[in-house]
Antibody
Framework: QVQLQESGPGLVKPSETLSLTCNVSGGSISGYYWAWVRQTPGKELDWIGH???????NYNPSLESRVTISVDTSKNQFSLKLTSVTAADTAVYYC?????????????WGQGALVTVSS | AIRMTQSPSSFSASTGDRVTISCRAN??????LGWYQQRPGKAPRLLIYAASTLQDGVPSRFSGSGSGTDFTLTISCLQSEDFATYFCQQYYDYPRTFGPGTKIEIK
């Protein structure tokens, strides 16, 4: 059973960069798409983007100018960077595995990392 | 972006009830639709994908139907562990988008 675990700072100052890493255990990162999804304080779920293990990415246009998702297959992990954050980026950030290449739904999730943007 | 809506936003029900939740897209998403359950403080859990395919390990009391713009999640006999919030998600187009959620509360 694959397990995902987010890690990174829980507090980020406005205008700075949010950085999170998702460690994948119990299975290989190879062969799958991996995604970041965030949940706002109002409980809305927002798809941030995904990366194929080979490095191909696709981002939400609403965030594309500020977001980078990368993968490190040697460490079995992938990462999120979101620049120039504001209070609107305060959310619980989840990393997730896409079910398969044809079905972009998420069958495994991390426990979530609360990131607060505040000075 | 494709906009997803759900109805109702919340409702009360009793254990043993048959309940249905609706999800609507503002344009056709074919059958590229998934459903999730989220309990408080937990990550979403995939229940159904391709509109009607039950994810491995999900009880058969959950079922999904629909195509195009209108979809339904049905729980045939509500159990105590089913009181939660349910989200739909389309994956017909980028960006992937979710519905706002439907919360089932205990009556």
């Amino acid at each position: 059973q694959v397990q995902l675990q987010e890690s990174g700072p829980g507090l980020v100052k406005p205008s700075e960069t949010l950085s999170l890493t998702c460690n994948v255990s119990g299975g290989s990162i190879s062969g799958y798409y991996w995604a970041w999804v965030r949940q706002t304080p109002g409980k809305e779920l927002d798809w941030i983007g995904h990366i194929y293990y080979r490095g191909y990415t696709n981002y939400n246009p609403s965030l594309e100018s500020r977001v980078t998702i990368s993968v490190d297959t040697s460490k079995n992990q992938f990462s999120l960077k979101l620049t120039s954050v504001t209070a609107a980026d305060t959310a619980v950030y989840y990393c997730a595995r896409q079910l398969n290449s044809a079905s972009c739904v998420f069958d495994s999730w991390g426990q979530g990392a609360l990131v607060t943007v505040s000075s | 972006a494709i906009r997803m809506t759900q109805s109702p936003s919340s409702f009360s029900a009793s254990t043993g009830d048959r309940v249905t939740i609706s999800c609507r897209a503002n344009q056709s998403v074919g059958s590229y639709l998934g459903w999730y359950q989220q309990r408080p403080g937990k990550a979403p859990r995939l229940l159904i994908y391709a509109a009607s395919t039950l994810q491995d390990g999900v009880p058969s009391r959950f079922s999904g139907s629909g195509s195009g713009t209108d979809f339904t999640l049905t729980i045939s006999c509500l159990q105590s562990e089913d009181f939660a919030t349910y989200f739909c998600q389309q994956y017909y187009d980028y960006p992937r988008t979710f519905g706002p959620g439907t919360k089932i509360e205990i009556k």
